[in-house]
């Protein structure tokens, strides 16, 4: 059974920092095979990409919300994600969910829902102004 399992999540001032991991377990094939996503979803919102990182780790997607603000890596060995969130606001504010998808090419990842078919059960993010 695969799960990914989402950690780090919290309250913190506006300009604050948190950093989210996400652990995941029972893949079918190794970590190293999937691309990973960061997606959020804010009340009322739909669910959106916020950073994605491809089998190579090369060349990471970021929504231009999070560009400069944010980073994403991965470390294979721990099957674990993790994205660093600094200069943080209230537009920030949402539920956070990790994503994999099985990745035939070895340097893409899609910042799209559709293309992810494993998902964790997400760690609330909440910035105060």
């Known amino acids: 059974q695969v799960q990914m399992v989402e950690s780090g999540g919290g309250l913190v001032q506006a300009g604050g920092s948190l950093r989210l991991s996400c652990t995941a377990s029972g893949l079918t094939f190794d970590v190293d095979e999937y691309a990973l996503g960061w997606f959020r979803e804010a009340p009322g919102k739909e669910r959106e990409g916020v950073s994605c990182?491809?089998?190579?780790?090369?060349?990471?997607f970021y929504a231009d919300s999070v560009k400069g603000r944010f980073t994403i890596s991965r470390d294979d060995a721990k099957n674990t994600l993790y994205l660093q969130m600094n200069s943080l606001n209230a537009e920030d504010t949402a539920m956070y969910y990790c994503a994999a998808a099985w990745a035939g090419r070895y340097g893409y990842c899609s910042e799209s829902t559709k293309d992810y078919e494993h998902w964790g059960q997400g760690t609330q993010v909440t910035v105060s102004s």
């Open positions: 990182i491809s089998r190579s780790g090369r060349s990471p």
